[in-house]
């Protein structure tokens, strides 16, 4: 059902935002804030039909509203009526469910249709069977940029997915999301908010831009070749007027376009997450990340030990450490050299799902964890290094006959170890170093994961030496 919209008047002034709109998905059994514009000082009614009784606000000097409104646990469609002044305008479709933001660069607004040359794996399967999936739904804010903070997204609606839509959803937000519904019997909305290119500098505010002072202050170009970098551009015309809507959690990955600022991203990553949760009125909010996988960046000379992408993974960890409630999925066994968009979509869905599920919702006996560095000493020419969240037991799978450690001595010069593992223990030699003190596992842009737990969960990348 479309929404309706009585009263033609030419001074006609009541609206709602995109994204209170037909077929929407509302976070259920909570409060969720409803808003739109209308004349200054106009009382606005809204009437839904989950509610004993109409609720009522009053619009402010400017013409702005907002109310929040109690939301059922049912899975019935309803509708909600919002008027004032002779004006009405009419929401159906509405659904209660779980709703989530994606955000991020282009792997995560990379559709499952793929881009050219450059496929989502296994994604002809998914869209057709996304006919099953009618209470996943997804709302795409349109890939543009503004000066200033809006009012409104510049484009976007709700889309259920079937298989005449869901090759144009983001693959991992579509994903997510099945999982999610499969798992939690509800509906579940999307509200992809991610442009290709974009770094963490797009995504914020100008005040909080500001904040950081190796950052030279510029205005955002509209006609720039590249806009998704234009500082504070998304945060203007996506996130301003998207991040109010009451949702549960955001799922994030973005960080290519800032392998050369790793120093800034840990400290600008927070400072982002926490303005998303001020905006949002949530100040919990989950926010879940992906670890960037390996790539061989077009700087990269041929056998360079290149470690932008390596850095930019260590800023990722210190932006989980220092802020609660947020976590990190590893990415280190997906990755492919020569493409930044890897075509293991489903499983970068289904390692962010396993976290939403356990961390969010409470599930017990789905692994989320990945192995993870927890220490290391030295014992003759051996050196042991110790594992955190190891399920089973960790072993190596050589890639390209590298065991992926290298250790060093005093002298800081990194060589190749040979290792063998012992439980949640990795035991690394190398001929010519007597006495090792550090090690790094696979830190390099394009190093690919090659220790793994009995789960096949790979270990994140590491350095002690830092």
């Not at 609720?55 to 000097?61: A, G, H, K, Q, Y």
């Not at 509405?94 to 793929?114: D, K, T, Y």
């Not at 949760?277 to 996988?293: K, T």
């Amino acid at each position: 059902m479309a929404a309706i919209l009585v009263w033609f008047a030419a001074d006609a002034q009541l609206a709602l935002p995109k994204l209170v709109s037909d077929n929407m998905v509302l976070q259920r059994e909570t409060e969720v804030r409803v808003w739109g514009w209308g004349a200054p000082k106009a009382k606005v009614k809204i009437d839904a039909d989950w509610l004993a009784k109409p609720v009522t606000c009053v619009c402010d000097d400017d013409g702005c509203w907002e109310r929040f409104i109690a939301t059922a646990g049912d899975t019935d469609t309803h509708s909600m009526t919002v008027s004032s002044r002779g004006e009405r305008i009419t929401v159906g479709g509405i659904l209660f469910g779980e709703v989530w933001f994606c955000a991020g660069q282009s792997n995560m607004s990379m559709p499952l249709r793929g881009y050219r040359n450059q496929p989502v794996e296994n994604s002809e399967n998914v869209v057709a069977a996304s006919d099953g999936w009618p209470q996943v739904r997804m709302f795409t804010v349109a890939k543009k940029i503004d000066r200033a903070p809006r009012r409104d997204v510049m484009g976007g609606s709700w889309v259920s997915a079937s298989s005449g839509t869901t090759a144009e959803f983001s693959a991992i937000g579509y994903m997510f999301a099945r999982e999610l519904c499969e798992r939690l019997k509800v509906p579940v909305g999307m509200i992809n908010m991610s442009m290709g290119g974009s770094n963490v500098q797009a995504w914020v505010s100008r005040d909080l831009l500001a904040e950081f002072p190796e950052v030279a202050m510029r205005p955002t170009d509209l006609s720039s070749k590249a806009p998704q970098r234009e500082q504070c551009g998304l945060y203007n015309s996506m996130v301003h007027p998207s991040i109010g809507y009451t949702a549960k959690g955001a799922i994030w990955y973005q960080g290519e376009n800032n392998i050369y600022t790793p120093d800034l991203y840990a400290r600008m990553l927070p400072a982002m997450i926490g303005q998303w949760r001020e905006l949002s009125g949530n100040a919990d909010m989950p926010f879940y990340m992906v670890e960037i996988a390996p790539y061989r960046y077009k700087n990269d000379d041929a056998g360079a030990e290149a470690e932008d992408a390596a850095l930019l993974r260590e800023a990722q960890h210190a932006a989980v450490a220092c802020t609660a409630n947020t976590d990190i999925v590893c990415a280190a066994d997906l990755g492919e050299l020569r493409n930044i968009h890897p075509p293991k979509k489903y499983e970068i869905a289904e390692r962010l799902a396993a976290v939403a599920l356990t961390k969010s919702y409470g599930f017990e006996g789905i692994v989320c964890t990945f192995p993870a560095f927890a220490g290391a000493e030295t014992d003759g020419d051996t050196m042991k290094v110790r594992f955190d969240n190891v399920c089973g037991g960790l072993h190596i799978v050589p890639y390209g006959g590298f065991s992926g450690f290298r250790i060093a001595g005093d002298d800081m010069v990194f060589r190749d170890a040979e290792a063998e593992t012992d439980g949640n223990i990795v035991k690394l030699r190398c001929d010519g170093i007597s006495e090792p003190k550090y090690v790094r596992y696979g830190f390099r842009n394009d190093s690919t994961a090659t220790l793994f737990d009995a789960e096949g969960r790979p270990a994140f990348p590491f350095r002690s030496d830092n």
